[in-house]
């Protein structure tokens, strides 16, 4: 029939909440497709090591942790596709998903596109991005053997990857901008008795300097209003982040702080159209809270079709 979906499940994000609901989806005979953007896994791919996830009583990788995930979901016969998603067409019961490179339609979506990195916004941030400037500890720590770099931020990020980049770095410098930590006391009380850490409080990151690569940066102690220079050769920013929601800004209804509305069963505001993870209103931001999330909201989208 020309207006019958190709799929029964079309999921928006490849990440810890996206992978979980597809092979919930695909385990109920849903024909079930994951489009990413970039490369499977989303958050935990710039994650060293988790720790607190169940099941897992010694730290698991996550790249490694990602690429289980999608093993499982292809052994069940989840489809993926590679594609930036541009905007949602949800409205009939043939949800149309529009993609840069194509275009999917499905019976119900699941929008589990996570958050995306916060910038700080200085002279230098975008100049010396991939050449010192960083998100990501897993990624790019490597290029830092040895050196002395810098973590930006307070919270559980912060904290996790400074002690990360400690194994290759020689030295890692926090600068926060209040004088107490917003991380999770565990991940404080390593990341003090870490030798190789130290701390700059109240302090907030005016410029990154470099020649070529990054050199150093300019301080500006909030407290004081004293301005300084630090020389640093990497800077990692972990200043939390922000929910990817470009796409259905105009279909689904968000909050103010750009996430979308849902219920306990991972209902939005249009029907036979789901949620899940870091994207979602109220979502903790944990990974076993987004495979959670996508559990339900795989279980969701089945009742939704099964009521048809
Ligand atoms: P977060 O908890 O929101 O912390 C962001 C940190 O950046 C805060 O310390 C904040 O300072 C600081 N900050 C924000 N904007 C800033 C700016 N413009 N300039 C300078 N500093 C700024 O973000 P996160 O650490 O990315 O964590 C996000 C979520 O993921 C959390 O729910 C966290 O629990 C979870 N997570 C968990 C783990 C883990 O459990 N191992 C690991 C990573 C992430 P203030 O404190 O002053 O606000």
Redesign the pocket.
Known sequence: MANEPEYDVVIVGGGAAGLAASIYAVRAMLKTLVIEKMAIGGQILY?GEIE?YPGFPEPIGGPELAMLYQKQAERFGVEFKYDLIASLDVEGPVKNVIGHEGQYTAKTVIVASGGEH?K?GVPGEEEFSGRGVSYCATCDGNFFKDMDVTV???????M?EGTYLTRMTKSVTVV???DE??A?KI?QQRAFANPKMEFIWDT?VEEIKGNGDVNGLVLKNLKTGEVSERPTEGVFI????HPVNDYLRESLKIDAAGHVVSDLQMSTSVPGVFTAGDVRQHS???LANAVGDGVAAALAAYRYISAA
């Open positions: 994650t607190n916060n700080l930006v931020g307070g919270g559980d990020a912060a996790d926060h901008r209040r930590l917003r999770s991940l907030a972990y200043i939390g982040f903790d931001r944990q």
